[in-house]
């Protein structure tokens, strides 16, 4: 996870914060709605309609692990750093950093800062966080995340103390930290939502003080001020944000449709502002009408689209059986028919922008290799004929269609019987959190652009995204042993050797690697949508 200490320092230097030894110092829019620019003349307020497909599980920054939750969350909260549109970090709530010559202290100067309700933020918000997202009665997902701090680990697996994590406020104004070794994306991390401060008092006087928006407490660019759940979501300017001079949106007003059909018809009728990614989809049936009217906007973005296995769970428990399933699927005919956004097929863990084998593991839609492993896989299993299978996925139009098409493949390859599952996001969540499947729909969007940031995924079976209930000694030790060499070129080779042992086991299906697609109204301007699939409303502006 680490790369050389010289990578560190030209990073901070483009941050623009003093590096110091110790104690020392857009896009091409779309057609859309004309009415959406009515609320921009006569003083009237900006307004911003969005769709959301599903209502976020969570607004809690320690408790988030979506990408729903986590663009609201980042609406409503801000780190010590915040990510621009290209994903590079930039000074936020700590308006000065000092970073020791070793790379593994990191004192953060706090700007003058407030909640959403007024109060002072001070650096004992962000140590109270830090810790209270590692403890493990917390049960965050993303804790993990946290290990790159000193005693982060041992604090959240339940083997060391509180106070010996190493993050400390030493005054209101000054947050030290301490970290396990040299982390050269160290201020990407700060940018992110599990590194966010949330309200000592208030979270400490409500334990559901982020379930609904009259207790919901923030220090980001926006407030919330109206939750309907599975209904409606409002924010509005945060007027006690230490950068809200910048922030030119009045509210945003989001729905929650989940048929991608309605939305973009709201869209075309102009009732919404924008369609499709990344907090929906636009409908696959309309992709082509869209890329001929030149409506579409399409980036890619590092992020995979797989399918997880139970490999608890017969007949998943044996690895020739995984690989059968995975290599009968023809990713070219579903990027190519199906999703139709100029996917790649994915014949690998980690997508491109950081992969190591641009070629991939295996060939795409290898029926005579599967029908082959499969043979030899229930032999080891003592089985003449599979049993039927079952492909869980969230409620939504496209993933069903994508599913269908995987269905059909495994019929005609393998001779399975596959039925198709679907349940509402936090609840279908919650069933791969349980183990509750056999084979499960699932994206991975990179935090930051590193290949460990999908490598550590599978480093323990019960790690918080894992889901999949593989684990590998060896596998673990080669993600351990990159988090303490500094050396770029051999923390690549181990993190190779590392991919290698997954793509050998083959806990997943890769499908694609994504790209956004959707659609905006043109006089929308400045939303950040970096690529990582991250969107971030604080610069954007709805003009004349």
């Avoid at 230490?242 to 869209?267: G, H, P, Q, R």
């Avoid at 990614?277 to 696959?284: G, I, K």
């Amino acid at each position: 996870m680490k790369k050389n200490i010289f990578v560190l320092m030209s990073s901070v230097l483009v941050l623009g914060v003093a590096l110091a030894g110790c104690g020392g110092n857009s896009n091409t829019a779309a057609p859309g709605s004309t009415d959406a620019s009515k609320q921009e003349t006569n003083g009237e307020p900006k307004v911003l309609r969005m769709n959301m497909h599903t209502e976020p599980p969570t607004s809690d920054p320690g408790i988030a692990e979506d990408s729903t939750s986590g663009a609201v969350v980042r609406a409503i909260f801000d780190g010590l750093t915040r990510t621009d549109k290209d994903g590079k970090p930039q000074p936020s709530v700590a308006e000065k950093i000092d970073v020791s010559e070793d790379g593994t202290k990191y004192t953060f100067h706090l700007r003058d800062a407030k909640w959403s309700n007024g109060e002072p933020l001070t650096a004992h918000d962000f140590e109270f966080a830090w810790k209270r997202a590692l403890d493990p009665a917390t049960a965050s997902n993303y804790a993990y995340q946290l290990d790159y701090i000193k005693g982060g680990e041992a604090f959240r697996t339940g083997k060391g103390k509180k106070e010996d994590v190493g993050v400390k406020a030493t005054d209101d104004k000054t947050l030290e930290v301490e970290l396990a070794n040299p982390t050269p994306f160290f201020l990407e991390l700060t940018s992110f939502y599990t590194y966010y401060p949330v309200n000592k008092k208030l979270v400490e006087s409500n334990k559901d003080w982020a379930k609904e928006a009259k207790t919901i407490v923030g220090n980001g660019p926006f407030k919330m001020t109206n939750w309907e759940h599975k209904s409606k979501l409002t924010l509005e300017k945060n007027e006690h944000y230490w950068d809200a001079d910048v922030v030119k949106i009045d509210k945003i007003e989001f729905s929650m449709v989940e048929d991608e059909n309605t939305e973009l018809s709201m869209y075309q009728n102009g009732e919404l502002d924008w369609a499709g990614a990344p907090l929906s989809n636009v409908p696959l049936d309309s992709i082509p009408a869209l890329q001929q009217s030149n409506e579409l906007i399409t980036k890619p973005k590092a992020s995979i689209y797989w399918y997880k296995f139970n490999t608890e769970k017969a007949p998943f428990n044996n690895v020739k059986i995984r690989k059968a399933f995975a290599y009968a699927v023809d990713r070219e005919a579903i990027v190519k028919n199906v999703t139709q956004s100029g996917q790649q097929p994915a014949m690998g863990m980690l997508p491109p922008t950081m992969s190591f084998n641009k070629e991939g593991y295996f060939k795409d839609n290898d029926v005579d290799t599967a029908k082959q492993l499969l043979q030899e896989g229930m032999k080891e299993l003592g089985i003449t004929k599979l049993p039927p299978v079952t492909i869980s996925i969230n409620t939504s139009e496209n993933h069903k269609k994508i599913a269908e098409a995987v269905q059909d493949q495994w019929k005609k390859a393998l001779d399975v019987d596959v039925r198709i599952e679907n349940a509402e996001w936090k609840v279908y969540l919650d069933k791969l959190h349980q183990g509750n499947y056999q084979v499960g729909r699932m994206g991975w969007n990179a935090d930051f652009n590193d290949p460990i940031n999908f490598i550590e995924l599978f480093r323990d079976k019960k790690g918080g995204n894992n889901d999949t209930n593989w684990e590998n000694a060896e596998y673990k030790k080669l993600v351990n042993d990159s988090q303490k060499e500094l050396d770029k070129a051999k923390r690549d080779e181990i993190l190779q050797k590392a991919e290698e042992i997954f793509m050998d086991e083959l806990p997943v299906v890769p499908v694609y690697y994504y790209t956004d697609s959707w659609v905006q109204n043109p006089k929308l301007k400045g939303v950040s949508f970096d690529a990582m699939g991250n969107i971030d409303w604080k610069w954007a502006d709805l003009e004349k």
